[in-house]
């Protein structure tokens, strides 16, 4: 019977890619790149790609740049893997580290012996494609996808005040964690800049990276003629960039499985433990506020109490970044400072490493890995996030073993929570509990989008009126807390400021 430590379960290999600049008829599509990562991370572990062949689970995360019918079958058929070991995630991005933490555990009981989780996109060279008027026949083939349904992101409600699309929904976040840490426009704005050119400056480090330019703090969060502001507070250089082609893959097996495939000890990185959880309620309009997420909490703390750590213990962090917000509530949910001097990042984030669709987690996976094994005896960790703070995983990692063997977690739900109800028809006096206002590609102010309360406590979602000056009132002055009067125009709500 293995030892523990034999059964622990361990990353072998970690392989990435990237394609810039090519032409557009002979880049490599989705599939070609997630069978050049995936070959990358055999060689990688030292193994012939050969080996691939034995996987006893591939999966691959939702790729949305492409219409494949089982995009992880397809891949099984190039890597020489039976179809039996496909499997698809749906959309989300915690997809990846939500399923090492599942093969983890799997892999520690004995369960499956080895698994390689890999994805792709390759968006910047399809709309080259199409603007060259070339066309590319990325679909079919492989069967019907497994990805289990789930609720729709977005309500009815908040679809119809645009509060489906991640570039306006993350500024809600961004503003009230404004008012949450007490600061004002300017101090926050400082604060954050300062985050993110250190992620410049490790996006400009790693080869893999789409945009590899160090950026000041003006530079990222001043608009300006190449960073038109998208939706306040957020500019063009504040938001995840999905026109990438890249692809990542991670591969996990046991430590005994390791030893018999001659993988070095150096080339071995634990699974130390992992967390995962729904945000309960579902609906971004009716939760209690926008700037805490208990899930996130719960998942965080399934991480730590599975490894027995705290997150004192950790030394390097990829906190999942494709806007501003997500990196400052996962340290307010660490109970660390955006300032904290342990990296937040080991790719750059995905405003500038890139964020291709829903496979970013690999890559910064993949990167801890690097980063762990060339600091020996240290603990990284790693988090995803799917929709808007709706679904989150956590994953610990270190060159040093648990010299217990994990236990199987049960699934982590959250604490229950009242849902807020929603006005679906709002009239009279309001209060805005946070905002955002989008820009047209001239940098003009175009919509205002405030979710508020009503005199009677129920939460209204609203576009403003009043015009541009209105707008620009909302980003040259503190728009939480205001008042005004709600109505209803149509299928949407109207509100107009007071005063």
Partial sequence: MALAEDRSPVVIGVGQRIQKDVDPREGLDPIDLMEAAARAAAEDAGLDSKKLGELDRVIVPSIIGAHYSNAARLLCERIGVGSGAAVSLGVGGNGPQKALNEAARDVAAGRTQAVLVVGAEALDLRQRAQAAGIKLDWSGGGGLDTAAAEPAPSSDIEA???????????????????????????????????????????????????????????????????????????????????????AAAVLLTSVEHARTLGVPADRMVHWLGGGDAVEDPWLVSERPDFHSSRAMAQAYDGAFREARLEPEDVHVFDLYSCFPSAVELGCDTLG????????????????????????????????????????????????????????????????????????????????????????????????????????????????????????????????????????????????????????????????????
């Avoid at 985050?195 to 400056?201: A, V």
């Avoid at 995983?393 to 959250?414: D, F, I």
């Avoid at 989008?438 to 309360?453: F, I, K, N, Q, Y």
């Fill in 160 to 246: 119809r005040h645009r509060l489906m699309l991640p570039p306006f929904v993350y500024p809600l976040y961004e503003n009230a964690l404004r008012v949450h840490h007490g600061r004002d426009l300017e101090t926050h704005r400082q604060a954050v800049g300062a985050m993110l050119e250190r992620f410049t400056e490790t996006a400009a480090d790693n080869p893999y990276a789409w945009f590899r330019t160090r950026r000041s703090a003006d530079e990222i969060t001043r608009p300006g003629p190449s960073n038109r502001m998208v939706a306040f507070p957020y500019t063009k250089f504040m938001n995840a960039i999905l026109r990438v082609d890249q």
């Fill in 336 to 499: 660390i400072g955006i300032d904290d001097p342990r990296p937040l990042t080991v790719t750059g984030g995905l405003p500038y490493a890139g964020g291709p669709g829903n496979n970013y987690g690999t890559h910064g996976i993949a990167q801890l890995i690097r980063w762990l094994r060339a600091t020996p005896g240290t603990v990284g960790m790693a988090t995803g996030i799917g929709w808007y703070f709706t679904k989150h995983s956590a994953g610990l990692y270190g060159t040093l073993p648990r010299m217990e063997l994990p236990e199987r977690a049960a699934a982590v739900e959250p604490a229950a929570t009242p849902a807020i109800e929603v006005a679906k028809e709002a009239e009279g006096p309001g209060r805005i509990e946070t905002y955002t206002v989008a820009h047209d590609r001239d940098d003009e102010p175009e919509v205002g989008m405030v979710v508020g309360r009503l005199e009677d406590q129920r939460r209204f979602i609203a576009f403003v009126e009043g015009g541009r000056d209105a707008l620009v009132s909302l980003e040259t002055g503190e728009g939480i807390g205001r008042t005004g009067q709600v109505r209803r125009k149509g299928d949407t709500h109207r509100f107009r400021l007071d005063g």
